[in-house]
């Protein structure tokens, strides 16, 4: 049948809809090119959920910064049921101190003596999260670790205790309970490590969070599941079998037949569909069905939840939603939002695949069938058809064969509510339309959710002055400033030294074991079309090395590798300087040196002012207003500013900034930036 739109603003069915909806579901005697038998006693796999991963390189970091009424309406579009995306799964990094892909996100222990369950923001989404959905899933794992954990060695009991004190603050501060845990994030197998892993759980009255292994990608994912037979310790280890990109290299057939023996579920815990519009989102409800279809797969996370990072970063924009603008409000949803709705609006976890009901569609395509009780949900994508395709559905063993709602989205329109289906003599007959998206269920509710009073984008402000004082309880805002986001190293908010209010300093003193190389520790804000201006700090080196500022910021790096390409001034104790731009030749790398030179009467005082002037080709170094080098250089034309420090031979020296100013060549001092006044903290004091 052809289905025709409803107007979603009316909660009726206008009668000729429904009647052709009627005559058509009817109409059997015309062959259909494929016939499905819905069978409520085949049986099936357990649904485990559809969802999205917060992490793997801080890609949340400015969601944390809009005014309240826009961050709700983005949490309300992302998680609340049966209105947007409606994700019925959340999986998060367990930060580690270390670049990840995007950027670092903060530790809970720096150190062995330190535990903090109020830094960074994981916290504040989980618990918004399950605030909106309280049947979401929550499940998490490390891409980077802090140094201290098991002396540089990741696969440690440091590391084990490092997660069972991350998961007990997630339960004893915040009132949410993990549902499942991995190893480590695409780098190896440790199969004495997983045993360790399961032991402390449990010693620690964590008997009821599952721990999958071990979430990696290629053709070996899977070759370390052979020992599950042999080793009893590891098969009572692992609940859950886990990798990542099965769209990219299914699970093997004696895996799946493995896994189906052991009674352990195949989850994907990282898929990736990196496309744009429409043929992103019906690319993804193909990637879903055919994670089923092929590799048993469960349940679903896809890397990444939403772009709240800034547009230099690597992998921007591949998400349902892009976030990155707190200081408008404005956002933006795409097409990939309504694919996570056509699943996530028609079925729950705990929910069943239907055995006998799910595969592909003989003029392309594919379908899956999720059934609860009586009741059932059919999602199917036509991507690669060619001409419309007639399906029947022959409904048997007591499900239910009432009304049928109805959503599409196609390249015209997204996820639109079409007329009802009413089956006729236990079956019903469906016409599918090519590069199209079905929800046929008989579950009720659904919505296309969405906010009329989204601001305009604007710029990022200029002038712009962050003096750093107005957070007056920084646990309150996770110890981070707005709009700054770490991409190595951990900017936290702190109080001066001298008692004069409060600074930013970088806190990670040694290297983390990071997932990814690293460059310096720096951090970035503002805007990447900015060429001609001034950015300016006062720096205070409490440990030595230097500490700097940049300017130019394009490009953070590739996902493996956090250099940036742009320019920045380094400042030492002895008030030597190094003007330098920074390239990606090398990882690590601090880039070519364009000027050096030295400040006049420099006084050993504790506090330094430090400003990069850009002015067309010409960069201009000065110490406590005083010119100290010069360079012409026309590598980088435009980007944002930043906050970097260092030392020799690699090393991370903890560094304190405070009056950040970014201006116009020559402007006027300005006043302290005004935020908006309902940017709320993530947590109350």
């Known amino acids: 049948m052809k289905l025709y739109p409803v107007n979603s603003l009316n909660a009726g069915i206008s009668l000729r809809n429904l009647l052709l909806a009627a005559v058509v579901a009817t109409s059997l005697s015309a062959a259909a090119d494929q016939t499905v038998t819905l069978d409520g006693n085949a049986g099936g796999k357990r649904f485990d959920g559809i969802g999205a991963v917060s992490g793997g390189g801080a890609t949340s970091v400015l969601l944390k910064d809009y005014p309240e009424s826009q961050r709700s309406q983005i949490l309300d579009l992302l998680f609340k049921p049966k209105f947007g995306a409606s994700m019925s799964a959340l999986?998060?990094?367990?930060?580690?101190?270390?670049?990840?892909?995007?950027?670092?996100?903060?530790?809970?222990?720096?150190?062995?003596?330190?535990?903090?369950?109020?830094?960074?923001?994981?916290?504040?989404?989980?618990?918004?999260?399950?605030?909106?959905?309280?049947?979401?899933?929550?499940?998490?794992?490390?891409?980077?670790?802090?140094?201290?954990?098991?002396?540089?060695?990741?696969?440690?009991?440091?590391?084990?205790?490092?997660?069972?004190?991350?998961?007990q603050g997630l339960r004893q501060v915040y009132g949410l309970n993990l549902d499942a845990i991995g190893c480590r994030n695409e780098r190896g197998v440790n199969e004495d490590f997983v045993k360790k892993l399961r032991s402390t759980l449990n010693r620690s009255g964590l008997n009821k969070v599952q721990v999958h292994g071990f979430d990696n990608w290629g053709k070996t994912k899977w070759d370390w599941c052979r020992d599950l037979d042999s080793d009893p310790g590891l098969k009572d280890a692992v609940d859950i079998l886990s990798n990542h990109t099965m769209f990219e290299v299914p699970t093997p057939a004696a895996i799946k037949t493995l896994a189906g023996r052991l009674g352990k579920p195949i989850w994907n815990t990282e898929e990736h569909v990196y496309k744009k519009g429409f043929d992103c989102e019906i690319s993804l409800i193909h990637v879903f069905n055919q994670n089923y279809i092929a590799s048993d797969?469960?349940?679903?996370?896809?890397?990444?939840?939403?772009?709240?990072?800034?547009?230099?970063?690597?992998?921007?924009?591949?998400?349902?939603?892009?976030?990155?603008?707190?200081?408008?409000?404005?956002?933006?949803?795409?097409?990939?939002?309504?694919?996570?709705?056509?699943?996530?609006?028609?079925?729950?976890?705990?929910?069943?695949?239907?055995?006998?009901?799910?595969?592909?569609?003989?003029?392309?395509?594919?379908?899956?069938?999720?059934?609860?009780?009586?009741?059932?949900?059919?999602?199917?994508?036509?991507?690669?058809?060619?001409?419309?395709?007639?399906?029947?559905?022959?409904?048997?063993?007591?499900?239910?064969?009432?009304?049928?709602?109805?959503?599409?989205s196609d390249q015209r329109e997204q996820f639109v509510r079409l007329a009802d289906i009413v089956p006729a003599d236990g079956a019903f007959t469906v016409t599918l339309e090519p590069d199209s998206i079905y929800s046929i269920s008989t579950t009720t509710g659904q919505q296309k959710g969405s906010f009329s009073d989204v601001p305009a984008a604007k710029d990022f402000p200029l002038p712009y002055y962050e003096t750093f004082d107005q957070y007056s309880n920084p646990k309150s805002w996770g110890y981070l400033p707005?709009?700054?986001?770490?991409?190595?190293?951990?900017?936290?908010?702190?109080?001066?030294?001298?008692?004069?209010?409060?600074?930013?300093?970088?806190?990670?003193?040694?290297?983390?074991?990071?997932?990814?190389?690293?460059?310096?520790?720096?951090?970035?804000?503002?805007?990447?079309?900015?060429?001609?201006?001034?950015?300016?700090?006062?720096?205070?080196?409490?440990?030595?090395?230097?500490?700097?500022?940049?300017?130019?910021?394009?490009?953070?790096?590739?996902?493996?590798?956090?250099?940036?390409?742009?320019?920045?001034?380094?400042?030492?104790?002895?008030?030597?300087?190094?003007?330098?731009?920074?390239?990606?030749?090398?990882?690590?790398?601090?880039?070519?040196?364009?000027?050096?030179?030295?400040?006049?009467?420099?006084?050993?005082?504790?506090?330094?002012?430090?400003?990069?002037?850009?002015?067309?080709?010409?960069?201009?170094?000065?110490?406590?207003?005083?010119?100290?080098?010069?360079a012409k250089d026309t590598t980088y034309a435009s980007g944002l500013a930043g906050l970097v420090t260092g030392g020799d031979n690699d090393a991370r020296n903890t560094a304190l900034f405070d009056d950040l100013i970014i201006n116009t060549v020559n402007g006027e001092k300005p006043k302290p930036t005004v935020f908006a006044p309902d940017i709320e903290p993530m947590y109350k004091p």
Request: proline letters at 4%; glycine letters at 12%.
């Open 297 to 408: 797969v469960t349940k679903i996370v896809c890397w990444y939840l939403v772009a709240s990072t800034y547009p230099i970063e690597p992998y921007y924009d591949v998400t349902m939603m892009v976030a990155a603008s707190p200081w408008s409000g404005n956002y933006v949803v795409n097409p990939a939002l309504w694919a996570y709705a056509h699943y996530c609006q028609f079925s729950a976890v705990g929910w069943k695949y239907l055995n006998g009901a799910c595969g592909n569609l003989s003029g392309g395509g594919s379908f899956v069938t999720l059934t609860s009780g009586g009741d059932y949900s059919v999602i199917a994508e036509t991507k690669s058809a060619a001409a419309d395709q007639k399906l029947t559905f022959r409904i048997e063993g007591g499900l239910s064969k009432g009304r049928l709602c109805v959503w599409r």
């Open 91 to 167: 999986f998060v990094e367990v930060p580690g101190d270390g670049n990840s892909t995007q950027g670092s996100e903060l530790s809970h222990m720096h150190s062995r003596q330190d535990e903090n369950y109020s830094r960074g923001y994981e916290w504040w989404l989980m618990r918004e999260a399950k605030k909106r959905n309280p049947a979401l899933t929550l499940d998490g794992v490390a891409w980077s670790c802090p140094g201290w954990v098991g002396n540089n060695n990741f696969w440690s009991q440091d590391m084990c205790d490092y997660y069972v004190k991350w998961v």
């Open 482 to 630: 707005h709009y700054t986001a770490d991409i190595s190293g951990g900017f936290e908010i702190a109080d001066r030294p001298d008692g004069k209010g409060k600074c930013l300093r970088q806190v990670i003193g040694a290297k983390a074991q990071s997932w990814a190389p690293e460059w310096m520790p720096y951090t970035i804000l503002g805007d990447r079309n900015w060429k001609d201006y001034e950015v300016s700090a006062d720096i205070c080196l409490d440990a030595g090395g230097w500490a700097g500022v940049m300017g130019r910021i394009n490009n953070t790096g590739n996902g493996w590798g956090c250099n940036p390409k742009g320019y920045y001034l380094r400042l030492y104790a002895s008030g030597d300087c190094a003007l330098f731009a920074a390239n990606q030749a090398t990882n690590g790398a601090p880039g070519k040196v364009l000027a050096t030179g030295k400040a006049a009467d420099f006084k050993p005082q504790p506090w330094h002012n430090l400003k990069l002037r850009f002015s067309g080709a010409t960069l201009t170094g000065f110490v406590d207003n005083q010119r100290v080098l010069t």
